[in-house]
């Protein structure tokens, strides 16, 4: 949201240690393709919240938009290993897999990704209302 940026901006200038307002700032910058800038944020708050699974997440997905395939995989990878039930990583490795040439495990990763996917949204629709009747694809 191009709104959020002045806020981020003035937040950082109030806490300029804040680890996780370099993250969201930087998230914000590689949606509005700043992913240079971007991927400086981000690594910032890595400094501080190295064992952050999102942080991980969206460094691979930086990686992945620059072209560093082998430093999005470990990015990616890591995120996994600290938080293996988050669908999107797996989708993003996926992804890194294939421009690494990798196609088994690619198809692995979007295995994964569409199991966890599924399983959200059927915990997702017992959340919200357990009486709606389920639709199975």
Do not use: C, W
Request: aromatic share 10%; proline share 8%.
């Amino acid at each position: 949201m191009p709104e959020a940026k002045p806020f981020l901006e003035e937040a950082l200038k109030q806490q300029p240690h804040n680890p996780f307002y370099h993250l969201q700032y930087g998230v914000l910058l590689s949606l509005q393709g700043d992913t240079k800038s971007g991927l400086q944020e981000v690594l910032l708050a890595k400094e501080q919240i190295p064992s952050y699974a999102p942080l991980h997440y969206h460094l691979g997905r930086l990686y992945n938009q620059t072209g560093d395939y082998e430093q999005a995989r470990q990015e990616l990878e890591t995120a996994i290993r600290l938080e293996p039930g988050f669908p999107k990583t797996y989708y993003q490795l996926g992804a890194v897999y294939h421009h690494l040439g990798n196609e088994e495990k690619s198809r692995e990763a979007y295995q994964k990704f569409q199991q966890l996917n599924s399983q959200g949204k059927a915990e997702m629709l017992y959340t919200i209302d357990p009486t709606l009747p389920r639709v199975e694809p």
